[in-house]
């Protein structure tokens, strides 16, 4: 399974948009790019998910680039409940086992 | 639709018992799978169930069990307990096929004593 890279913490304020940068050199023709969020001891959130070029949902828009080494989550217009830890995944179909990275701690200020 | 259930959500346990959790998929979901999260080594791949299959598993020892019902609950049980196991136990569940999302449940918040 593909390996991610992401930054381990961004800071920001209420209102900014905040876009957290993944990297995933070795993905594969077949491998899906996925965001979830997490709270201080809740389950991981499902936020978007993503094969290639731009995905957008009600909360948030995935943008991953041609040669989908990289994939970038935007926020739009953050609020201090925004403030939780980002895990940026590729996962192979057929398989539920997803390898998690140390994530993203996202603070937002206020 | 309801979305997946895992009980107990908090247990406390002591060395060398055993314990069983439970998790209740997304309904029309055939995949569970369970991770183990703790504060040093993160969020941890244990095992994935598949139409009452084991179609993947991590590397925990084989203290770390699980079972799958036909109607797609799962069990994962964890015998003679260790110190280290104290965790956050989630299960998440997918329709199983290509592409699909894994929904994750509240977790079970297990301490060992």
């Known amino acids: 399974l593909a390996k991610t890279t992401q930054p381990i913490s961004m800071d920001s304020y209420e209102g900014q948009e905040v876009n957290i940068t993944c990297s995933h050199n070795n993905i594969a023709t077949n491998d899906y790019i996925t965001w979830y969020q997490q709270f201080p001891s809740q389950g991981p959130r499902f936020i978007i998910q993503g094969y290639k070029t731009k995905v957008t949902n009600e909360v948030a828009s995935l943008f991953i680039p041609a040669d989908r080494k990289s994939s970038t989550l935007s926020l739009p217009r953050v609020s201090l409940s925004d403030t939780a830890v980002y895990y940026c995944l590729v996962s192979t179909g057929n398989t539920g086992k997803l390898i998690f990275g140390q994530g993203t701690t996202l603070q937002v200020k206020p | 639709k309801a979305g997946v259930t895992q009980t107990p959500r908090y247990l406390i346990k002591t060395r060398g018992q055993q314990v069983t959790l439970s998790c209740s998929p997304i309904?029309?979901?055939?995949?569970v799978s369970w991770y183990q999260q703790t504060p040093g080594q993160g969020l941890q791949f244990l095992f994935e169930?598949?139409?009452?299959?084991?179609?993947n598993k991590g590397n925990f020892p084989g203290r770390f069990s699980g079972r799958q019902f036909s109607n797609s609950r799962s069990e994962m049980n964890v015998s003679t307990l260790e110190l280290g196991d104290s965790a956050l136990y989630l299960c998440a569940s997918s329709g199983g096929t290509s592409g699909d999302t894994q929904y994750f449940g509240p977790g079970t918040r297990l301490t060992v004593l």
């Open positions: 169930y598949f139409s009452e299959t084991q179609r």
């Open positions: 309904s029309g979901h055939r995949s």
